[in-house]
């Protein structure tokens, strides 16, 4: 007999042997073999393959009638055939009840046997058994899975073939899916359906019956909540992207809450793997609801990263709303709703929605896949922003969209937005005028009139926030391009908010405007400007307060238009004034947490602030007062980080504050203590700085803490410690650089043109200095003189440079001097000291004597220029008495 080998990806003889194959399986499910065995008799073309899963069929047909009460009920198998020995079971595992199927596949509920530990099974469909396709995805499914190991992925135990049966054992997650939690939340009876609901696991479902109530009660305590589940499941998802896995079948069904209320993804059936794509072209794979333009028209090749975040947007869409971001009633509306990216607007449907959040699922749903997050990372950092109460890097498209996006991707033509602000101003100079003249016919002009300013206003605030918002908060050097486009937004905004009526509705939209033009300024330094603009955004926002006196929001930016002017005030070291600006925030912080709806975030927002306030004391060299003050906020700290070990920030501030009190304690001989608070906070954060990736802001915290370990290692003799922690420092900071080399590499790449002069990260590269210097006082502590000079050397020039380019920040200056201290201090013990490293120190002394002049220095940056200036005497000194 010939043995016939089928290709069942050819129609033909797919159509005709797989209806054979799952009519044989519902025979055997109803226990009829004597009805199977003539199907196939009555097919005898097809009776070798039909022949070959009739074993797979015995043991699943056992399976389904054994009883199911539960793994490890005395209820026994009831058995069909006494022949057969795996009554019940796959290779290790007891096959329990079914607990989920789909297209993929069917889960069960098992015990492994050999661990005696609850698994869920996932069994390939008879009918796929001898489609080479559908065996291929399953076997991809395992494998993809097998290779991930992240918090927010299912993992796989066991991948295996047993009697035909081609199966892998994973985690059982006790819970349930996102998909069943929007079916009950929709239903509006989560809490009943939770109790009555018998096909659940024993265990309630952690988080049905929390967003039920948060929902009615909290509603911004319940969309915080639900970015913080998308969070979980873009880092899952970077996670596999690094791995070369795309999931391609991000949905709610396939995204699994455990008892702990965290998200995890299950489900790679789909999954496609660098080395290999089994998708057949032109297939549709993924669910259409929640597929990217490029996935539903079959496009493979584009597929990448950006696939996934599309499905988590519309996932997300459809957490927040109940309903799916793609609602066309039939397969080619949804086709065609699909491909032109005609989702609906989230605040449309619910305008309780944070702006925020709808920002970050529109630019997640864009339908161009370069339009949306560049990988699921960087979706990830905006979910936690917005968590953490942070500006987002993504800003709302406005009515401006198209101009703003290629003034994105072609800087040159930014300064087309430029000109589109100039013929804004315009516009509402014109609205302005309407509004002002004194002879207006009705009241309906007069309102129209004032719509049409706020129209204006809303116009420039989007090209602002779309172009130029990020670069507020960025540690990077601004382009030319930048500045001038800064320039015009902040002149722009400032005369449409000097041009507002002075009513009570248009004081907060006056101080807003006057907020963004006064950081938009400081961001330039045009510092008088910025001054001006923050003492008139605080005043309009505070005036605005009595007519809103319940908005947490209005108060939210009086507080940040205190924190921003007093950071400025700190640069320019107008210390007793930025305390006085903060302590102004202090008070509104504390009304914001009588506030209920604020939940968790306003305390978070007081520690901040008063971080700032300590920041100020250690520089004035208050040292009690810090360590006092400073314990007490991060004992806080650890309270908001324990709450919610996934926040960011709360770490953030955490090492900013550890880093602050060691210093205060290093200050009053307490060295043991502060080194050990260093080392105990940094090892903390480093878990947390794992599971994020390429976090820049925690991981330049982490290597200023291990710059302080470093400097407490050395004051203690401990040189080799003191040399490794402040190497390992110095790396923290060169892998978070946007420059791929060190300040050093930077300065040369720059020189031959192979770098560009917004490329260089300031503050960071004055962190990377100082960990230099403490390495460089370290060598020469351990006798290696070369080095020791030659790291003293780079860093007190990477701060020269600093000063060039900052020369109005004083505190550049103070770095540098830190560095130059170190110079001296390695040239005396070397005696390598050269006559140009030792003008380079009184370069830097001589501009510390420029930011003093006129003003009295704090007391520590008072000892700081007293102590360069006796390191500076005593090498003068010992030139001259050396012989020529």
């Not at 079948?249 to 793997?273: E, H, W």
């Not at 001296?824 to 370069?843: F, H, M, N, P």
Request: proline share 4%; net charge negative.
């Amino acid at each position: 007999m010939i043995d016939r080998r089928y290709d069942l990806s050819r129609s033909s003889e797919r159509a005709e042997l797989l209806p054979l194959i799952e009519r044989i399986t519902d025979l055997m499910m109803a226990g009829d073999e004597d009805a199977c065995l003539e199907l196939i008799a009555a097919n005898d073309e097809y009776a070798t393959e039909l022949r070959s899963v009739l074993p797979a069929m015995r043991v699943m047909q056992k399976v389904q009638i054994a009883d199911v009460s539960g793994i490890g009920s005395e209820t026994q198998t009831v058995l069909i055939d006494s022949n057969l020995s795996l009554q019940g079971r796959l290779g290790d595992f007891q096959i329990g009840r079914e607990i989920g199927r789909g297209g993929m596949g069917v889960v069960y509920e098992a015990e492994q046997l050999s661990l005696k530990r609850r698994v869920a099974v996932k069994i390939l469909p008879f009918a796929s058994v001898l489609d080479t396709r559908q065996i291929e995805r399953f076997k991809i499914e395992a494998r993809a899975s097998a290779t991930l190991s992240h918090p927010n992925i299912v993992p796989i135990y066991f991948v295996g073939v047993d009697r035909g049966i081609h199966f892998y054992a994973m985690q059982y997650v006790e819970g349930q899916s996102l998909a069943s939690v929007i079916e009950q939340l929709r239903n509006n009876t989560a809490e009943q359906n939770i109790s009555s609901n018998k096909k659940q696991a024993e265990t309630k479902p952690i988080l049905q019956a929390e967003l039920s109530t948060l929902r009615s009660n909290r509603p911004q305590d319940y969309f915080r909540t639900l970015a913080k589940l998308a969070f979980e499941v873009a880092n899952g998802l970077q996670h596999a992207h690094e791995h070369g896995i795309i999931h391609r079948d991000i949905k709610p069904s396939n995204l699994l809450l455990d008892a702990s209320g965290a998200c995890l993804i299950t489900d790679f059936g789909l999954a496609r793997l660098d080395d290999g794509n089994v998708t057949m072209s032109g297939d549709i794979v993924g669910t259409l609801r929640y597929a990217p333009p490029e996935q539903v028209v079959g496009k493979h090749d584009e597929l990448n990263q950006r696939a996934d975040v599309y499905s988590l947007g519309a996932t997300l869409f459809e957490l927040l709303t109940l309903q799916p971001a793609m609602d066309a009633p039939n397969r080619e509306a949804l086709l065609q709703q699909v491909t032109q990216g005609r989702s609906r607007s989230l605040r449309s449907i619910n305008g309780q929605i944070p702006r925020d959040l709808e920002i970050i699922v529109q630019k997640a749903m864009e339908p161009d896949a370069q339009d949306r997050y560049e990988s699921a990372a960087a979706m990830a950092d905006d979910l936690q922003r917005f968590c953490d109460n942070q500006p987002l890097l993504s800003q709302r498209p406005g009515i401006l969209k198209k101009c703003s996006r290629a003034a994105r991707r072609h800087p040159k033509s930014m300064l087309s937005a430029v000109a589109l602000l100039a013929v804004l101003l315009v516009g509402s100079s014109t609205a302005t005028l309407a509004i002002n003249r004194a002879r207006l016919e009705t009241v309906r002009q007069r309102d129209e009139s004032r719509a049409n300013l706020r129209l204006a206003v809303t116009a420039v605030d989007d090209v602002y926030r779309e172009i130029a918002s990020d670069w507020i908060t960025q540690d990077r050097n601004l382009s030319d391009v930048q500045i001038h486009f800064l320039i015009r937004s902040a002149d722009t905004l400032t005369e449409i908010a000097s041009r507002y009526p002075d009513e009570p509705e248009f004081l907060e939209d006056a101080g807003l405007a006057h907020l963004h033009a006064a950081k938009a300024n400081a961001r330039i330094q045009r510092f008088d400007l910025a001054e001006a603009g923050y003492q008139k955004a605080r005043n309009y926002l505070a005036r605005a307060i009595p007519e809103q006196s319940t908005s947490p929001n209005l108060r939210e930016s009086l507080v940040t238009a205190h924190y921003y002017w007093a950071v400025m005030l700190s640069e320019k070291w107008q210390f007793d004034k930025a305390k006085e600006v903060l302590n102004e925030a202090v008070v509104q912080c504390r009304e914001l947490l009588l506030l209920e709806e604020r939940g968790e975030r306003d305390p978070l927002t007081l520690v901040q602030v008063e971080t700032e306030i300590l920041r100020i004391e250690a520089v004035q060299g208050k040292h009690d007062v810090v360590v006092q003050q400073g314990t007490r906020l991060l004992s806080q700290a650890r309270d908001l980080i324990d709450a919610e070990p996934r926040r960011t920030l709360p770490r953030q501030t955490q090492l900013q504050l550890a880093r602050l009190v060691s210093e205060s304690l290093r200050a009053q001989g307490k060295i043991d203590e502060a080194g050990q608070l260093c080392d105990n906070v940094m090892r903390e954060a480093e878990s947390q700085l794992q599971d994020k990736h390429d976090f820049r802001p925690i991981a330049r915290a982490v290597a200023a803490v291990q710059t302080e370990l470093a400097r407490c290692q050395l004051a203690l003799g401990k040189y080799e410690s003191a040399e490794v922690n402040s190497r390992l420092a110095m790396k923290r900071y060169r892998d978070s650089f946007v420059f791929d080399g060190t300040p050093k590499e930077f300065s040369f790449a720059y020189m031959e043109g192979k770098a560009t002069h917004d490329q260089m990260e300031p503050n960071a590269y004055a962190g990377y200095a100082a960990a230099q210097a403490v390495l460089a006082e370290s060598c020469c502590s351990l006798h290696k003189n070369e080095d020791s000079l030659a790291q003293a050397d780079e860093a007190t020039r990477s701060c020269v440079a600093l000063i060039g380019l900052f020369p109005n920040l004083p505190r550049y200056a103070a770095e540098a001097a830190n560095c130059a201290i170190a110079l001296l201090d390695v040239g005396a013990a070397t005696k390598r000291l050269s006559e140009s490293q030792i003008k380079l120190c009184g370069y830097i002394a001589s501009e510390l004597d420029k930011h003093r002049a006129g003003q009295e220095l704090p007391q520590s940056l008072e000892d700081l220029k007293t102590e360069l200036g006796q390191k500076l005497t005593e090498v003068s000194e010992r030139s001259t008495a050396e012989p020529k």
